[in-house]
């Protein structure tokens, strides 16, 4: 029951981000480069101090070897086959895989849904994610889930740029994020059900965990954090790696 809550906050901080943005506006780039690089601090200290160590102890090394190999994989193959977007600046967003958007009536508002359904996809291995840390504590449950919410705020900030463009009301584009944002206790639903088979299959959950979260750093946050801001990059990156292990 704890899973589904946390990964239902978590989720839900993806309309944050639209909330956000209707009530302040744009963020500058400061302050963005600052709350991505902090979210990917977090997420690093989480997997090298915490999950991989605790999938070792629960399971055995090649789980945690095979899990997390997995979760990269899994990361890797929706990057490579869903078009989603991340905040370029402020006032911009970057689409990949627009080839994947074939030409409408409406290409941008197109590339919005579709922006959205990758997302929402994202989602679900972030909620279990969020599952496999509670199965090892409530602390390491609540960072997770900490981590996924500071990472899902600028992802609904990824959502609603291309969604506005398109021509949709703040409204419409508010319960569009709530539904993706709503995959994260999905997922950690699924995984709640894996998690009663075994030890082994816990520990390697916690390994998938770890390598999903350092993918989406490597890949999404520390590059887009260091686009906006180097130096607020790097702060928000060292704070919260010192936060995490600080925690931990």
């Not at 997302?119 to 679900?124: E, F, K, Q, T, V």
Request: aromatic residues 8%.
């Amino acid at each position: 029951m704890e899973s589904i809550v946390y990964s239902f906050y978590a989720g839900i901080s993806t309309a944050l981000g639209v909330v956000l943005l209707m009530i302040f506006g744009k963020p500058n780039k400061q302050a963005l480069a600052t709350l991505l690089g902090f979210a990917g601090g977090i997420m690093i200290a989480i997997s090298l101090f915490e999950l991989l160590p605790e999938s070792v102890d629960i399971g055995s090394m090649p789980a945690s070897v095979v899990g997390f190999i997995f979760g990269v994989a899994l990361m890797f193959l929706v990057d490579k086959v869903l078009p989603h977007s991340h905040v370029a600046t402020p006032d911009s967003f970057e689409v990949e895989n627009p080839e994947k958007i074939q030409a409408v009536e409406n290409p941008i508002l197109r590339t919005g849904y579709l922006v959205l359904f990758g997302i929402a996809l994202h989602n679900l291995p972030e909620g279990i994610a969020i599952g496999a840390g509670l199965e090892s504590s409530p602390q390491l449950g609540l960072m997770v889930a900490v981590a996924v919410a500071l990472h899902n705020i600028p992802e609904g900030l990824a959502i609603a740029g291309p969604l506005k463009s398109g021509g949709l009301s703040s409204f419409k584009i508010l319960l569009l994020t709530l539904s993706a944002g709503l995959m994260t206790p999905v997922g950690a639903i699924i995984g709640h059900f894996f998690f009663n088979l075994s030890e082994v299959f816990v520990g390697g959950a916690l390994a998938f965990a770890a390598g999903a979260m350092v993918y989406i750093v490597n890949d999404e946050l520390v590059p887009n954090a260091n686009k906006l801001h180097t130096h607020f990059a790097n702060l928000g990156i060292m704070g919260g790696i010192i936060l995490g292990f600080g925690i931990f």
